[in-house]
T-cell receptor, first 111, second 114 residues
Framework: SQQGEEDPQALSIQEGENATMNCSYK?????LQWYRQNSGRGLVHLIL?????REKHSGRLRVTLDTSKKSSSLLITASRAADTASYFC???????????FGKGTMLLVSP | DAGVIQSPRHEVTEMGQEVTLRCKPI?????LFWYRQTMMRGLELLIY????????DSGMPEDRFSAKMPNASFSTLKIQPSEPRDSAVYFC????????????FGSGTRLTVV
């Protein structure tokens, strides 16, 4: 069953703009992770935020987590054409060793 | 490390044939996961292993699917007999200590059953 659900399903922006993707989930979690998938490739781990953290940064990526609303957002600043990919959030359900992935947000960054 | 290695990258087979997908996880990782990705259902966990032992295979769709991990550096996912609805991209991923440090995915095997 899907734990995380991303929103929007697709996002189209120009280079240099910021991209924001959201993820909502249903049950309590220990951590939430974001992954990127380029077309025809495997998923690549971007960032992990733990349930006791509210914000985390990695380069041009900023992730927030609101456990009271069961939601997270991924912000990519100053986007580049190379950021074109699908982005997935993944959550663990407390007590399990596996991640459940959402269906992803497809981001298109035009030059 | 070369990352998680999957083979073959593409497989086209006829309905009823046996298909074997292979995976070499990252050395030192103690968890291995098999996922299937389709447009309709997204990423679905099929089975995962911890220290070569299958822990949860509840995601395996039918008895036609089986997976093994004979040692820490090799796993197979077998479909016998294959059906057109098995067409999907199959990913293997490995991790250290489960979900706590993120997964490393292979490039996937795109399976087409005709």
């Amino acid at each position: 069953s899907q734990q995380g659900e991303e929103d929007p399903q697709a996002l189209s922006i120009q280079e240099g703009e910021n991209a924001t993707m959201n993820c909502s989930y249903k049950t309590s979690i220990n951590n939430l992770q974001w992954y990127r998938q380029n077309s025809g490739r495997g998923l690549v781990h971007l960032i992990l935020i733990r349930s006791n953290e509210r914000e985390k940064h990695s380069g041009r990526l900023r992730v927030t987590l609101d456990t009271s609303k069961k939601s997270s957002s991924l912000l990519i600043t100053a986007s580049r054409a190379a950021d074109t990919a699908s982005y997935f959030c993944a959550t663990d359900e407390s007590g399990y060793s596996t991640l459940t992935f959402g269906k992803g947000t497809m981001l298109l960054v035009s030059p | 490390d070369a990352g998680v290695i999957q083979s073959p990258r593409h497989e086209v087979t006829e309905m009823g044939q046996e298909v074997t997908l292979r995976c070499k996880p990252i050395s030192g990782h103690d968890y291995l996961f098999w996922y299937r990705q389709t447009m309709m259902r997204g990423l679905e966990l099929l089975i995962y292993f911890n220290n070569n032992v299958p822990i949860d295979d509840s995601g395996m769709p039918e008895d036609r699917f089986s997976a093994k991990m004979p040692n820490a550096s090799f796993s197979t996912l077998k479909i016998q007999p294959s059906e057109p609805r098995d067409s999907a991209v199959y990913f293997c991923a490995s991790s250290f200590r489960g979900w706590n440090y993120g997964y490393t995915f292979g490039s996937g095997t795109r399976l087409t059953v005709v």
